[in-house]
């Protein structure tokens, strides 16, 4: 076969666009988008800029593809378990949060797109929350679990506040029980 | 007296910086640290944008001085006390957050600058919580409330989140009651 060493010519592209998205999430997640240009994510990935705008067409659509992949959906059910979903998604961010996330709650509070992206991810969770919970404010208990959530997230990873930065993720959900059920169990 | 109309000079000069930085501090606040400019700041002011720099000296600065005042400090006092005290300070919030925290807010996460100024708030709460609760893990505990509250701010005012950024402080205030008890009252 007339394949190149290292797989074919299509292979060869699709390692080519993983790799400069893995590297665009990371700069992103590490300085927001704002910050980030397209000639960055070309140099770390080991590629030409033009590469990089021929795959992605602008720093725009190269954000939305490296934000892609949404936070994993939550099944629902009593208040109880959904209470210990959202404890779990925490935990399982508290030891390492996907660094898609990290790229888009870097983004959110100064680039309108990720602004969007954030909202829309929220509103399913919160549509997700809200309909387990037996109560007349069920939607507004769900945006609060959620943003409360969100305040942990973003203290820990990108404002590495004292103490929470490094405090053991099992702790932090145990302290974090009590006040995720009071929210979502009426 | 020698007095221009309207004032002395010294008094113009007061109230011409009081202004530049009162719309410094909404710009800061509605696009984030990178995308405000001394020339936009200048054309809302109504002055020069040399004006500005003469008086402020670069954007950096101009940003310090804007987000200068600091949240309200919290008496401190029983573990009971200070979750009144936060929740006190979080209706307020509710109902109209200061523009300068909100300039600080917008620009926490793709700033360094900001970064600093909100970790060094964040300490000082987060060290006068602590000294109230009756636990190991105080200092924790403190951080993961201050956490919590940051969220449900960046939620309402930055993210406008559904349900969360119309919502009513008093009833967000009684939902949030139990859950804050919660991680100051072990």
Redesign the interface.
């Known amino acids: 076969m007339n394949t190149p060493a290292g797989g074919s010519r299509a292979e060869q592209k699709r390692a080519t666009q993983a790799r400069i998205l893995e590297h665009a999430r990371r700069i992103f997640a590490d300085?927001?988008y704002?910050?980030t240009t397209i000639r960055a994510v070309a140099a770390a990935a080991g590629v030409d800029p033009g590469l990089v705008m021929h795959y992605y067409g602008s720093k725009a659509n190269l954000f939305a593809q490296a934000i892609d992949a949404g936070s994993a959906s939550l099944p629902g059910g009593t208040p109880d378990e959904v209470a210990e979903q959202l404890l779990d998604r925490l935990h399982g961010s508290l030891v390492e949060e996907p660094v898609q996330s990290l790229a888009l709650?870097?983004?959110?509070?100064?680039h309108p797109e990720a602004?969007r992206a954030?909202?829309s991810t929220?509103?399913l969770d919160?549509d997700r929350i809200g309909r387990s919970i037996p109560d007349e404010?069920a939607?507004?208990?769900?945006?609060?679990v959620?943003?409360?959530?969100?305040?942990?997230a973003?203290?820990?990873h990108?404002?590495?506040?004292?103490?929470?930065a490094d405090?053991d993720p099992d702790?932090?959900v145990e302290?974090?029980r009590?006040?995720?059920r009071?929210?979502v169990e009426?």
Chains 1, 2 share one sequence.
């Open positions: 300085v927001g704002d910050r709650l870097r983004s959110m509070l100064t602004a954030f909202r929220a509103r919160k404010d939607e507004l208990r769900a945006a609060l959620n943003a409360m959530l969100i305040g942990i973003l203290g820990r990108l404002l590495a506040l004292d103490h929470l405090a702790r932090i302290i974090l009590p006040a995720v009071a929210v009426p």
